[in-house]
């Protein structure tokens, strides 16, 4: 589809896979996502944007009430399949997420965190969900969620 040169002609890597959302921009009313992530002024053409990674866009995925909102949706889809028991919903967690099965010592570190939680086992509802959800967001605002490897 793309000319052998094109990537002379525009100085772009084709080959960075990056996860990106496409939503139309308004000029006059830009969402608080695109002005955390350094989204260019629509008033003005740019032909290159700059690449940046900031403490706030970390921030924003960890507190953001539409990630949270998210990621509690994420843990009640978890929790509605009958199949899956606790290690299996570690494993859909990480690969819905991020794209990829978790390694050994993020299984570990995952068991850990929802064990102290009170996640696992015969947990009350509440308690299970509110720690599912948790565990969904802590990966929503990992490196590997905004990059792919």
Known sequence: VFPPNMNAEVGFDFS????AVYVPAFRNSLDELFQ?????????????????????QALYLM????????????????????TADDERRIVLAY???????PTQSERELSREFLAAA???G????????RAWSQFCQSLIACVDFRYLR
């Open 16 to 19: 960075l896979e990056r996860r």
């Open 36 to 56: 955390v992530f350094d989204f260019a002024n629509p008033n003005m053409v740019t032909g290159n944007r700059n690449t940046s990674t900031l403490p706030t």
């Open 63 to 82: 507190n953001s009430p539409f990630v949270m909102r998210q990621a509690d949706r994420a843990a009640q889809r978890l929790l509605e399949d009958p």
């Open 95 to 101: 690969r819905r997420a991020i794209g990829r099965e």
């Open 118 to 120: 009170g996640a696992l």
């Open 122 to 129: 015969d947990a009350a509802p509440d308690v299970r969900r």
